[in-house]
């Protein structure tokens, strides 16, 4: 169940929201395609869900090319939407089973197919429930019962955890990690770094629609080549400090988060004292000082010059 994306390009008028993606996904693993909003993450897969034609290039799902064998790489997916597609005014039993349906399931079929999905999202005791009295989470998890009633052997889920609690949360992180422990292929957006790196097995970093680095979190932080991020929390940060921090030597990328400074560097030894020094200087009072290791975060800073929640 592998999927094939060839110099996918996708425009919407003049903007150009796609540019050149070329990818691999395997069989079996969870892919993460990480990126800041705008990024081009849903429409790379729209694209793949046969939901929006590319303006060149090929996708190929299982061997199928998606241009001319929509319908049977319909039923190879399924969709889990960022907006939330679900009926408010029928239970989530008859939701699950409506999609359920939908993909041909009937009578016995469709009842088990429909109580596994149930049982999966957590929502077999709310089953008779309308969804309009669930919260945000519980409607994503009833989004994803829908998405995955007819067993899908390739799951997509366009940034499902976006502003829900995190009891929901931790529950669709880890009925992704089942789905993928029984068999499923699962493509996951997020801008959440932090997500992506627990989850996924490979990653793709996509920034202004092209993928700017594609591989495993241990390759990725390798072409990081050893640097590291100083992180200093401390009251005041002047703008003037900042600036001076910028031109010392050793400093790759500086920036200010509310009241944490971030320097990344391939040399925090030397390059800690002098920051230290320049901050005492400009009567900086420091609360604390630490020393991260690359994450992917610090991969896409790194890319980029900017933080992905820029
Ligand atoms: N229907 C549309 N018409 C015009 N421009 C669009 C349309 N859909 C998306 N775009 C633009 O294309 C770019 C990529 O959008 P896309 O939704 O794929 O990004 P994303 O990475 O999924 O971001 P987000 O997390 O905000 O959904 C953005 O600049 C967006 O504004």
């Given at each position: 169940m592998s999927i094939k994306l060839t110099n996918v390009v996708k425009r919407y008028d003049s903007k150009l929201?796609?540019?050149q993606v070329s990818l691999n996904i395997q069989q079996g693993e969870i892919f993460g395609l990480l990126g800041p909003n705008g990024a081009g993450k849903s429409t790379t897969i729209k694209m793949i869900m046969g939901l929006l034609k590319p303006n060149s290039g090929e996708i190929i799902v299982h061997g199928l090319d998606i241009k001319s064998k929509s319908m049977e790489v319909k039923k190879l997916l399924g969709m889990v939407p960022q907006d939330i597609a679900i009926y408010?005014?029928?239970?989530a039993r008859e939701n699950v089973g409506f999609f359920g349906s939908l993909y041909g399931l009937r009578g016995k079929e469709l009842k088990k197919a429909v109580d596994e999905a149930l049982e999966y999202t957590g929502l077999l005791d709310r089953?008779?429930?309308?969804?309009?009295?669930?919260?945000g989470g519980m409607k994503r998890r009833l989004n994803i019962a829908c998405a995955i009633v007819h067993k899908p052997e390739i799951i997509i889920m366009d940034e499902?955890?976006?502003?829900?609690d995190p009891q929901s949360r931790n529950h669709i992180l880890e009925s992704v990690r089942e789905l993928n422990r029984r068999g499923a292929t699962v493509i996951y957006t997020s801008h959440y770094m932090e997500e992506v790196e627990n989850l996924c097995h490979r990653v793709g970093i996509i920034d202004h629609g092209k993928l700017i680095a594609l591989g495993t979190k241990e390759e990725l932080k390798m072409q990081m080549n050893q640097e590291q991020l100083i992180q200093i929390e401390a009251s005041d940060i002047r703008f003037n400090v900042v600036n001076e921090i910028k031109k010392?030597?050793?400093?790759?990328n500086v920036s200010v988060k509310e009241n944490i400074l971030e320097v990344l560097t391939k040399n925090a030894q030397q390059l800690l004292q002098d920051i230290l020094f320049v901050m005492g200087k400009g009567n900086t009072t420091i609360r604390n000082i630490s020393l991260q290791e690359p994450d992917l975060e610090s991969v896409f800073l790194s890319l980029t010059g900017r933080t992905l929640r820029d």
């Amino acid at each position: 169940m592998s999927i094939k994306l060839t110099n996918v390009v996708k425009r919407y008028d003049s903007k150009l929201a796609v540019d050149q993606v070329s990818l691999n996904i395997q069989q079996g693993e969870i892919f993460g395609l990480l990126g800041p909003n705008g990024a081009g993450k849903s429409t790379t897969i729209k694209m793949i869900m046969g939901l929006l034609k590319p303006n060149s290039g090929e996708i190929i799902v299982h061997g199928l090319d998606i241009k001319s064998k929509s319908m049977e790489v319909k039923k190879l997916l399924g969709m889990v939407p960022q907006d939330i597609a679900i009926y408010d005014n029928i239970s989530a039993r008859e939701n699950v089973g409506f999609f359920g349906s939908l993909y041909g399931l009937r009578g016995k079929e469709l009842k088990k197919a429909v109580d596994e999905a149930l049982e999966y999202t957590g929502l077999l005791d709310r089953q008779k429930e309308k969804p309009k009295k669930f919260s945000g989470g519980m409607k994503r998890r009833l989004n994803i019962a829908c998405a995955i009633v007819h067993k899908p052997e390739i799951i997509i889920m366009d940034e499902p955890t976006v502003g829900i609690d995190p009891q929901s949360r931790n529950h669709i992180l880890e009925s992704v990690r089942e789905l993928n422990r029984r068999g499923a292929t699962v493509i996951y957006t997020s801008h959440y770094m932090e997500e992506v790196e627990n989850l996924c097995h490979r990653v793709g970093i996509i920034d202004h629609g092209k993928l700017i680095a594609l591989g495993t979190k241990e390759e990725l932080k390798m072409q990081m080549n050893q640097e590291q991020l100083i992180q200093i929390e401390a009251s005041d940060i002047r703008f003037n400090v900042v600036n001076e921090i910028k031109k010392l030597q050793g400093v790759i990328n500086v920036s200010v988060k509310e009241n944490i400074l971030e320097v990344l560097t391939k040399n925090a030894q030397q390059l800690l004292q002098d920051i230290l020094f320049v901050m005492g200087k400009g009567n900086t009072t420091i609360r604390n000082i630490s020393l991260q290791e690359p994450d992917l975060e610090s991969v896409f800073l790194s890319l980029t010059g900017r933080t992905l929640r820029d």
